[in-house]
């Protein structure tokens, strides 16, 4: 050693570098809170409307399954039909019936999406305000 004293750092500076480093961790804890709620909320969008299309790919299928069973319907009995008449009979009364199925049917998938829509909205409006 050459009695030199060694070189200290100053009580304030070593103060104003915990403060610092102490207001980057409360920053960055801040930034990690806010990416987890981005994460969680976005994931709650995403599976909100996950779902809202897995029920409204449910009713299409089940309406596609009520519309094929009523052309079955229709084909056994123009099978059975004794005359030209009765054929026209059961055509006519297959549209009136189709046709009214459809309406409802477009009605209730219409209501569908504008619920998922309106799901979809409120989620990511919570996930907006909670940031």
């Not at 089940?62 to 319907?73: I, K, L």
């Not at 008449?85 to 046709?99: A, G, I, R, T, Y």
């Amino acid at each position: 050693m050459d009695g030199k004293t060694p070189y200290e750092v100053p009580t304030e500076m070593r103060e104003f570098a915990e403060k610092s480093v102490d207001q980057a961790r409360k920053a960055f804890d801040g930034f990690i809170g806010a990416a987890h709620k981005a994460v969680d909320s976005a994931h709650g969008s995403a599976e909100s409307a996950r779902v809202s299309a897995q029920d409204a790919t449910r009713k299409a299928i089940g309406y596609a399954e009520a519309n094929v069973a009523a052309a079955f319907d229709l084909a056994q009995k123009l099978v059975r039909s004794r005359d030209v008449n009765e054929v026209l009979q059961h055509q006519s009364e297959f549209l009136k019936s189709q046709m009214a199925s459809f309406q409802t049917q477009l009605k209730e998938l219409g209501s569908a999406v504008q619920e998922a829509a309106a799901k979809t909205a409120e989620t990511a409006a919570k996930a907006t305000k909670t940031k």
